[in-house]
Protein backbone atom coordinates (compact mmCIF):
# COMPACT_ATOMS: atom_id res chain seq x y z
CA UNK A 1 0.00 0.00 0.00
CA UNK A 2 1.99 2.90 -1.33
CA UNK A 3 -0.31 5.37 -0.92
CA UNK A 4 -0.53 7.70 2.07
CA UNK A 5 -4.26 8.02 4.09
CA UNK A 6 -6.54 10.82 4.04
CA UNK A 7 -6.45 12.70 7.54
CA UNK A 8 -9.75 12.58 8.50
CA UNK A 9 -11.70 13.46 11.74
CA UNK A 10 -15.40 12.57 12.88
CA UNK A 11 -17.61 13.79 15.71
CA UNK A 12 -17.63 10.79 18.44
CA UNK A 13 -20.69 12.43 20.83
CA UNK A 14 -18.94 16.18 20.68
CA UNK A 15 -15.13 15.40 20.57
CA UNK A 16 -13.73 15.40 17.46
CA UNK A 17 -11.87 11.71 16.57
CA UNK A 18 -9.03 11.33 14.23
CA UNK A 19 -8.70 8.69 11.72
CA UNK A 20 -6.94 7.73 8.67
CA UNK A 21 -8.88 6.52 6.22
CA UNK A 22 -7.15 4.19 3.25
CA UNK A 23 -9.34 3.72 0.13
CA UNK A 24 -8.41 1.40 -2.99
CA UNK A 25 -8.54 2.25 -6.79
CA UNK A 26 -11.29 0.93 -7.60
CA UNK A 27 -14.95 3.32 -8.94
CA UNK A 28 -17.75 1.79 -6.85
CA UNK A 29 -18.69 2.05 -3.35
CA UNK A 30 -16.68 -1.12 -1.36
CA UNK A 31 -17.20 -2.75 1.86
CA UNK A 32 -15.88 -0.27 4.69
CA UNK A 33 -13.86 -1.61 7.70
CA UNK A 34 -13.68 0.55 11.18
CA UNK A 35 -10.19 -0.70 12.81
CA UNK A 36 -9.52 -0.10 16.33
CA UNK A 37 -6.13 -0.69 18.47
CA UNK A 38 -5.81 -1.46 22.25
CA UNK A 39 -5.66 1.16 25.05
CA UNK A 40 -4.15 4.31 24.39
CA UNK A 41 -1.88 3.31 21.00
CA UNK A 42 -2.37 5.48 18.01
CA UNK A 43 -3.88 4.61 14.81
CA UNK A 44 -0.54 4.75 12.95
CA UNK A 45 -0.37 1.70 14.52
CA UNK A 46 -2.84 0.33 12.43
CA UNK A 47 -1.05 1.01 9.19
CA UNK A 48 0.58 -2.24 9.07
CA UNK A 49 -3.09 -3.83 8.84
CA UNK A 50 -4.88 -1.71 7.14
CA UNK A 51 -2.59 -2.22 3.98
CA UNK A 52 -3.67 -6.05 3.89
CA UNK A 53 -7.13 -5.27 3.82
CA UNK A 54 -6.98 -2.14 1.32
CA UNK A 55 -4.89 -4.80 -0.84
CA UNK A 56 -8.19 -6.59 -1.09
CA UNK A 57 -10.33 -3.85 -1.54
CA UNK A 58 -11.90 -2.81 1.45
CA UNK A 59 -12.21 0.59 2.52
CA UNK A 60 -10.37 1.40 6.26
CA UNK A 61 -10.51 3.93 8.78
CA UNK A 62 -7.84 3.64 11.83
CA UNK A 63 -9.13 5.85 14.39
CA UNK A 64 -7.89 7.48 17.58
CA UNK A 65 -10.21 7.01 20.16
CA UNK A 66 -10.90 9.99 22.30
CA UNK A 67 -8.05 11.39 24.45
CA UNK A 68 -5.51 9.54 22.05
CA UNK A 69 -2.88 10.20 19.65
CA UNK A 70 -4.74 12.88 17.23
CA UNK A 71 -8.17 13.22 18.56
CA UNK A 72 -9.19 15.55 20.92
CA UNK A 73 -10.34 15.19 24.60
CA UNK A 74 -9.35 15.68 27.63
CA UNK A 75 -7.38 14.56 30.05
CA UNK A 76 -5.20 12.98 27.68
CA UNK A 77 -5.00 9.12 27.98
CA UNK A 78 -8.02 8.03 29.06
CA UNK A 79 -8.72 4.33 28.73
CA UNK A 80 -12.00 3.58 28.85
CA UNK A 81 -13.61 0.59 27.19
CA UNK A 82 -17.18 2.08 27.14
CA UNK A 83 -15.99 5.09 25.60
CA UNK A 84 -14.09 3.38 23.21
CA UNK A 85 -17.39 1.33 22.00
CA UNK A 86 -19.22 5.20 21.09
CA UNK A 87 -15.98 6.00 19.33
CA UNK A 88 -16.54 2.77 17.17
CA UNK A 89 -19.83 3.37 16.63
CA UNK A 90 -19.00 6.97 15.48
CA UNK A 91 -16.93 5.80 13.20
CA UNK A 92 -19.74 3.59 11.95
CA UNK A 93 -21.58 6.91 11.40
CA UNK A 94 -18.60 8.64 9.16
CA UNK A 95 -17.76 5.70 7.10
CA UNK A 96 -21.94 5.66 6.00
CA UNK A 97 -21.82 9.30 4.59
CA UNK A 98 -18.45 8.64 2.45
CA UNK A 99 -19.53 8.42 -1.12
CA UNK A 100 -16.58 5.36 -1.52
CA UNK A 101 -17.92 3.44 0.68
CA UNK A 102 -21.21 0.85 0.52
CA UNK A 103 -23.03 1.62 3.75
CA UNK A 104 -24.87 -1.38 3.61
CA UNK A 105 -22.02 -3.21 4.17
CA UNK A 106 -18.92 -1.60 7.56
CA UNK A 107 -17.07 -4.37 9.76
CA UNK A 108 -14.99 -4.08 12.39
CA UNK A 109 -11.77 -5.64 13.85
CA UNK A 110 -9.74 -4.84 16.83
CA UNK A 111 -6.69 -6.04 18.27
CA UNK A 112 -6.15 -7.16 21.79
CA UNK A 113 -8.81 -5.12 24.07
CA UNK A 114 -9.73 -3.08 20.83
CA UNK A 115 -10.66 -6.48 19.78
CA UNK A 116 -13.85 -7.06 22.55
CA UNK A 117 -14.63 -3.34 22.08
CA UNK A 118 -15.07 -3.91 18.80
CA UNK A 119 -17.40 -6.82 19.36
CA UNK A 120 -19.66 -4.83 22.01
CA UNK A 121 -20.02 -1.91 19.43
CA UNK A 122 -21.13 -4.43 17.01
CA UNK A 123 -23.81 -5.81 20.15
CA UNK A 124 -25.17 -2.67 20.36
CA UNK A 125 -24.75 -1.17 16.47
CA UNK A 126 -26.31 -3.50 14.06
CA UNK A 127 -24.67 -1.91 11.37
CA UNK A 128 -21.75 -3.54 12.24
CA UNK A 129 -22.14 -6.52 9.58
CA UNK A 130 -19.29 -8.75 10.84
CA UNK A 131 -16.52 -8.48 13.22
CA UNK A 132 -12.88 -10.02 13.47
CA UNK A 133 -11.00 -9.92 16.44
CA UNK A 134 -7.17 -9.95 16.63
CA UNK A 135 -4.91 -11.13 19.52
CA UNK A 136 -7.73 -10.99 22.12
CA UNK A 137 -7.41 -10.42 25.52
CA UNK A 138 -10.02 -8.72 27.92
CA UNK A 139 -13.57 -10.45 28.26
CA UNK A 140 -13.88 -9.82 31.92
CA UNK A 141 -11.91 -6.98 33.27
CA UNK A 142 -11.96 -7.94 36.92
CA UNK A 143 -10.97 -11.63 36.15
CA UNK A 144 -8.60 -10.57 33.34
CA UNK A 145 -6.59 -8.64 35.88
CA UNK A 146 -6.43 -11.18 38.46
CA UNK A 147 -5.01 -13.57 36.11
CA UNK A 148 -2.72 -11.01 35.06
CA UNK A 149 -1.42 -9.86 38.85
CA UNK A 150 -3.11 -12.33 41.23
CA UNK A 151 -5.71 -11.30 43.61
CA UNK A 152 -3.21 -9.21 46.04
CA UNK A 153 -2.01 -7.63 42.96
CA UNK A 154 -5.65 -6.34 42.38
CA UNK A 155 -6.14 -5.85 46.30
CA UNK A 156 -3.16 -3.53 46.11
CA UNK A 157 -4.55 -2.02 42.59
CA UNK A 158 -7.82 -1.01 44.75
CA UNK A 159 -5.90 0.69 47.59
CA UNK A 160 -4.69 2.77 44.88
CA UNK A 161 -7.91 3.55 43.45
CA UNK A 162 -9.71 4.31 46.99
CA UNK A 163 -6.39 7.12 46.89
CA UNK A 164 -6.66 8.20 43.70
CA UNK A 165 -10.25 8.98 43.56
CA UNK A 166 -10.03 10.82 46.58
CA UNK A 167 -7.21 13.10 44.92
CA UNK A 168 -9.73 13.47 42.20
CA UNK A 169 -12.41 14.25 44.83
CA UNK A 170 -10.60 17.29 46.29
CA UNK A 171 -9.86 18.85 42.57
CA UNK A 172 -7.08 16.84 42.03
CA UNK A 173 -6.34 15.01 38.56
CA UNK A 174 -5.88 10.98 38.46
CA UNK A 175 -2.66 9.93 38.48
CA UNK A 176 -0.09 8.92 35.23
CA UNK A 177 0.95 5.43 35.36
CA UNK A 178 2.31 3.26 32.53
CA UNK A 179 0.09 1.80 29.45
CA UNK A 180 2.36 -1.35 28.83
CA UNK A 181 4.57 -2.63 31.70
CA UNK A 182 5.52 -5.95 29.76
CA UNK A 183 7.80 -8.45 31.27
CA UNK A 184 10.01 -11.08 29.39
CA UNK A 185 12.89 -10.60 27.05
CA UNK A 186 10.93 -10.48 23.70
CA UNK A 187 8.58 -7.41 24.92
CA UNK A 188 10.13 -5.38 27.47
CA UNK A 189 11.28 -2.69 24.96
CA UNK A 190 8.04 -2.64 23.44
CA UNK A 191 6.49 0.39 24.36
CA UNK A 192 10.13 2.77 23.64
CA UNK A 193 10.50 1.03 20.36
CA UNK A 194 6.38 1.83 19.70
CA UNK A 195 7.35 5.40 21.35
CA UNK A 196 10.00 5.54 18.92
CA UNK A 197 7.44 4.52 15.47
CA UNK A 198 4.69 6.39 16.32
CA UNK A 199 5.52 10.30 17.93
CA UNK A 200 1.81 11.09 18.82
CA UNK A 201 1.90 7.89 21.11
CA UNK A 202 2.68 8.18 24.72
CA UNK A 203 3.25 5.38 27.15
CA UNK A 204 0.92 6.54 30.10
CA UNK A 205 -2.68 6.13 30.72
CA UNK A 206 -4.97 7.87 33.99
CA UNK A 207 -4.59 5.55 37.10
CA UNK A 208 -8.80 5.91 37.09
CA UNK A 209 -8.60 4.02 33.71
CA UNK A 210 -7.89 0.71 35.34
CA UNK A 211 -10.89 1.30 37.24
CA UNK A 212 -12.78 0.97 34.05
CA UNK A 213 -11.32 -1.97 33.04
CA UNK A 214 -12.18 -3.16 36.11
CA UNK A 215 -15.99 -3.12 35.21
CA UNK A 216 -15.92 -3.90 31.60
CA UNK A 217 -17.01 -7.21 30.64
CA UNK A 218 -18.10 -7.65 27.34
CA UNK A 219 -17.98 -11.68 27.93
CA UNK A 220 -21.37 -11.15 29.38
CA UNK A 221 -23.10 -9.18 26.17
CA UNK A 222 -21.10 -11.43 23.67
CA UNK A 223 -24.06 -14.45 23.07
CA UNK A 224 -26.58 -11.05 22.24
CA UNK A 225 -24.23 -10.69 19.23
CA UNK A 226 -25.40 -13.60 16.58
CA UNK A 227 -26.19 -13.49 14.13
CA UNK A 228 -23.29 -11.20 13.69
CA UNK A 229 -20.68 -13.03 12.13
CA UNK A 230 -17.54 -13.96 14.83
CA UNK A 231 -14.03 -14.76 13.64
CA UNK A 232 -11.15 -14.89 16.76
CA UNK A 233 -7.64 -15.35 15.95
CA UNK A 234 -5.64 -15.88 19.44
CA UNK A 235 -2.13 -16.57 20.30
CA UNK A 236 -1.47 -19.80 21.19
CA UNK A 237 1.99 -19.56 21.94
CA UNK A 238 3.73 -17.86 25.52
CA UNK A 239 1.52 -14.93 25.80
CA UNK A 240 1.10 -13.63 29.35
CA UNK A 241 -1.02 -10.65 28.43
CA UNK A 242 -3.76 -11.79 25.23
CA UNK A 243 -4.84 -14.86 27.42
CA UNK A 244 -6.05 -18.06 25.43
CA UNK A 245 -8.18 -19.04 28.62
CA UNK A 246 -9.97 -15.54 27.79
CA UNK A 247 -10.61 -16.01 24.07
CA UNK A 248 -11.99 -19.66 24.95
CA UNK A 249 -14.25 -18.58 27.52
CA UNK A 250 -15.79 -15.50 25.44
CA UNK A 251 -15.87 -18.05 22.66
CA UNK A 252 -17.98 -20.33 23.86
CA UNK A 253 -21.18 -18.10 24.75
CA UNK A 254 -20.68 -16.58 21.10
CA UNK A 255 -23.72 -17.95 18.82
CA UNK A 256 -22.94 -18.76 15.52
CA UNK A 257 -22.03 -18.10 12.62
CA UNK A 258 -18.08 -18.08 14.81
CA UNK A 259 -14.79 -19.33 13.77
CA UNK A 260 -11.98 -19.57 16.44
CA UNK A 261 -8.56 -19.67 15.09
CA UNK A 262 -5.35 -20.32 17.46
CA UNK A 263 -2.08 -19.79 15.77
CA UNK A 264 1.15 -21.53 17.34
CA UNK A 265 2.73 -17.83 18.24
CA UNK A 266 3.85 -15.98 20.90
CA UNK A 267 2.51 -12.09 22.08
CA UNK A 268 4.06 -10.20 19.47
CA UNK A 269 3.96 -12.98 17.09
CA UNK A 270 0.23 -11.74 15.32
CA UNK A 271 1.37 -7.93 15.25
CA UNK A 272 4.87 -8.12 13.47
CA UNK A 273 5.62 -11.65 12.33
CA UNK A 274 5.95 -14.34 11.99
CA UNK A 275 2.21 -14.52 12.22
CA UNK A 276 0.94 -11.74 10.92
CA UNK A 277 0.49 -12.97 6.81
CA UNK A 278 -1.27 -15.76 8.70
CA UNK A 279 -3.71 -14.02 10.97
CA UNK A 280 -4.79 -11.30 8.07
CA UNK A 281 -5.41 -13.69 5.55
CA UNK A 282 -7.91 -15.49 7.71
CA UNK A 283 -9.51 -11.94 8.27
CA UNK A 284 -9.56 -11.03 4.96
CA UNK A 285 -11.65 -14.71 3.98
CA UNK A 286 -13.58 -13.79 6.87
CA UNK A 287 -14.65 -10.24 6.07
CA UNK A 288 -14.75 -11.89 2.38
CA UNK A 289 -17.38 -13.87 2.59
CA UNK A 290 -19.79 -12.59 5.46
CA UNK A 291 -19.29 -8.92 4.48
CA UNK A 292 -18.65 -8.71 0.76
CA UNK A 293 -21.27 -10.56 -0.32
CA UNK A 294 -24.69 -9.42 0.44
CA UNK A 295 -26.77 -12.26 1.94
CA UNK A 296 -30.35 -12.84 0.70
CA UNK A 297 -33.15 -11.73 2.47
CA UNK A 298 -34.85 -15.29 3.98
CA UNK A 299 -37.80 -15.76 1.88
CA UNK A 300 -41.23 -15.40 2.91
CA UNK A 301 -42.76 -18.73 4.35
CA UNK A 302 -45.13 -20.45 1.92
CA UNK A 303 -48.72 -20.34 2.91
CA UNK A 304 -49.46 -24.32 3.76
CA UNK A 305 -46.13 -24.28 6.09
CA UNK A 306 -47.49 -21.21 7.73
CA UNK A 307 -51.04 -22.20 8.21
CA UNK A 308 -49.60 -25.49 9.94
CA UNK A 309 -47.40 -23.72 12.14
CA UNK A 310 -50.00 -21.88 13.50
CA UNK A 311 -52.90 -24.57 13.83
Not at 69 to 93: M, T
Not at 270 to 283: H, I, R, W
Amino acid sequence: MDQAPRKVTFNSLGTSCAGDLYLPEVDSPVPGLVLGHSGVMVKEALAVFAAYFVRAGFAVLAIDYRTVGASEGEPRGQDHPLRQVEDFRSAISYLEGRPEVDAARIGLWGVSVGGSVAVQAAVLDRRAKCVVVQSPSVWNGWRYLERLVGHAGVHALRDRLDEDWQRRYEGGASARVPHLSLDGESVRDAPDVAAKMFPSYRNEKTLDSTEQLLTFAPEDLIHRLAPTPLLMIANGGWDPYHLLEEAQSAYAKAGEPKRLEVLPYDVLGLYTGPGLDEAMALAVDWFDRHLRVIRAVTPTPAAEPVAVMTQ
